[in-house]
């Protein structure tokens, strides 16, 4: 029982993790229609651009974090102006196949500056185990758990209560109507994106302080974002919340039974199955928009 209840709670901290990374994920897709392929990459890049404030500048933790979240905002900014904004009016399929290739440019950055080898990465929380309900917990779980808890509640609280928040959902609702009312569509695209930068950044900072070090193969962490949204709803925060608890939870399940018989991987693998199990019996997810077209 006890080590049920420990792969429940790690699936639970790494799921929430990836809700973060999801949220980023729906945000961009409810406001400009577009799968953001490249979500992988903005992970990865915000945990090395962290890495690199604190390793090679000596900046302290706090600053270097606030810093990174800094320099995400400004890149999702720069990217949705320089290379998003330019396709406006195109086929959406053309747009998905630019996020590919920016992805590809992100990781082929990443790759030229710092190698391929896994860098140790600064300690944000510290490893040491807690007990909590008789279980030992790493005080990073808890960490992680907490800020991507903190960050849910401040997003709902923008999303509901902030101007720029409402004019979000009401472009996302119906970008025709949200423009007849003044809402500047290309500012919303902008923030979208800035936002999901940023979320990716936290999302690669955690998973770093976590696994103690980064290295290419965040990017894959950054691919079970895709799992999580089809489960969750391509167009729901709330079900990018569940839809990541969830899949954490699960992975973590099966990798801790099923590992032992089929000699690994089962854990990697296991999203993927959630994926294709969803897309066969509700496509649109637990929380999706059910489009209907009548012929």
């Known amino acids: 029982m006890d080590f049920f209840l420990q792969l429940v709670v790690n ?30 990459e903005f992970l990865m890049v915000g945990a090395y651009i962290f890495f690199a404030i604190v390793d090679q500048f000596h900046v302290p933790l706090l600053p270097a974090f606030f810093l990174t979240l800094l320099f995400s905002f400004i890149l999702g900014l ?7 904004r330019p396709l406006i009016g195109e086929p959406v399929i053309s747009v998905i196949m630019v996020t590919l290739g ?15 080898d896994t860098r140790p990465f600064p300690e944000f929380f510290s490893q040491k185990p807690v007990n909590l309900l008789g279980i030992p917990v ?14 849910v509640v401040l997003f709902s609280i923008f999303f509901k209560y902030t101007k720029t928040g409402i004019a979000m959902r009401a472009t996302a609702s119906d970008q ?11 500012r919303i695209f902008a923030i979208s994106w800035s936002i999901a930068a940023v979320v990716s950044a936290i999302g690669g900072i955690l998973l770093g302080n976590i696994r103690g070090g980064i290295d290419g193969s965040l990017v894959f962490l950054g691919l079970k974002v895709i799992p999580v949204v089809i489960l969750g709803g391509l167009d729901s925060i709330l079900g990018a919340i569940l ?6 939870v699960f992975e973590n399940l099966a990798g801790g039974y099923l590992d032992p018989f089929f000699g690994g991987g089962v854990k990697e693998v296991a999203p993927f199955v959630i994926l294709v199990l969803i897309l066969m019996i509700k496509p649109y997810g637990l929380f999706g928009t059910e489009e209907i077209e009548r012929v």
């Open 11 to 40: 699936g639970i901290v790494v799921g929430s993790i990836y809700a973060l990374v999801a949220l980023g994920f729906v945000l961009i897709y409810k406001a400009s229609g577009i799968l953001n392929l490249a979500q992988g």
């Open 176 to 186: 025709q109507a949200a423009m007849s009312m003044g809402i500047s569509i290309k």
């Open 78 to 84: 720069l990217i949705e102006r320089w290379v998003l």
């Open 102 to 116: 920016l992805a590809s440019v992100l990781r082929a950055l990443v790759q030229a500056f710092y190698g391929t």
């Open 138 to 151: 790493a005080t990073s779980y808890i960490g992680s758990f907490i800020c991507v808890s903190l960050l």
């Open 243 to 248: 839809g990541g608890l969830l899949i954490g």
